[in-house]
Each structure stands twice: as structure tokens, then as C-alpha cells.
């Protein structure tokens, strides 16, 4: 099971720290990814990290933007979000598959149940 919060309101030019927690196992050999959907629009990939954070990759639309990390010890996945745009607004989504990191949110086999970050201008 994996629970993902963090999520809140803020101002643009804001940062944001989200979690993605797992429980009930540790999903050890698998990619972790951040997937977002925004109202109207198709769940998009945000950023991934494989277990052992040795791999990490990130959309365009946060590159240089955000850090994906992730604690083993704890089973938690995170993500720092800073200098955040309205267009950054939406449901946040953590999710896992066992392999290397992929984009396509089809991909994924496991899914926690998502946080609400709402960036204001």
C-alpha cells in the first residue's frame, strides 16, 4: 500500500515537500515515479527514482525545478517542489512497478491515492 501526502496550497515562487509512504512491503527492486493530473487533463509521469536512487528522471515541465529522493530505511519516496507555477496545480499521484523507470502511468502496477497542491498566483 503506499500513501502519499504533502500536498497544500501555496503562492508561486513557493515550495512544496511531498511523500509517497509505503506499507506492507518494501517494493525493494522496483521504480518509484510522481505522476500529477490536473483537471480535464491525462495523468502525466513528474519525476522517478529507481530503489536504490542511484537513477533518477524528471519531465521537462520540472526539471531543474524539483528532486526526487527516496529513504529506504523508512520506505518513503519524496519530492521537493520550489519555485512552483499555477500550472503545477494538481492531484499528485506516487506510484511504483517492479523494473527500471518508465513514463506511462499504464505502466505502473501499484498506486497510492494522491495529495492536492494547489499553487495560486
Known amino acids: 500500500q503506499l500513501q502519499a501526502y504533502g500536498g497544500g496550497l501555496v503562492q508561486a515562487g513557493g515550495s512544496l515537500r511531498l511523500s509517497c509512504a509505503a506499507s506492507?512491503?518494501?517494493?525493494?527492486?522496483?521504480?518509484w515515479g510522481w505522476f500529477r493530473q490536473a483537471p480535464g487533463k491525462e495523468r502525466e509521469f513528474v519525476a522517478g527514482?529507481?530503489?536504490?536512487?542511484?537513477?533518477?528522471h524528471y519531465a521537462g515541465s520540472v526539471q531543474g525545478r524539483s528532486t526526487i529522493s527516496r529513504d529506504n530505511a523508512k520506505s518513503t519516496m519524496y519530492l521537493q517542489m520550489n519555485v512552483l507555477k499555477p500550472e503545477d496545480t494538481a492531484v499528485y499521484y506516487c506510484a511504483v512497478r517492479f523494473g527500471h523507470i518508465v513514463t506511462a502511468p499504464k505502466d505502473y502496477s501499484y498506486w497510492g491515492q494522491g495529495t492536492q497542491v494547489t499553487v495560486s498566483s
Open positions: 527514482i529507481t530503489w536504490g536512487g542511484g537513477t533518477t
Open positions: 506492507g512491503r518494501t517494493f525493494s527492486g522496483h521504480a
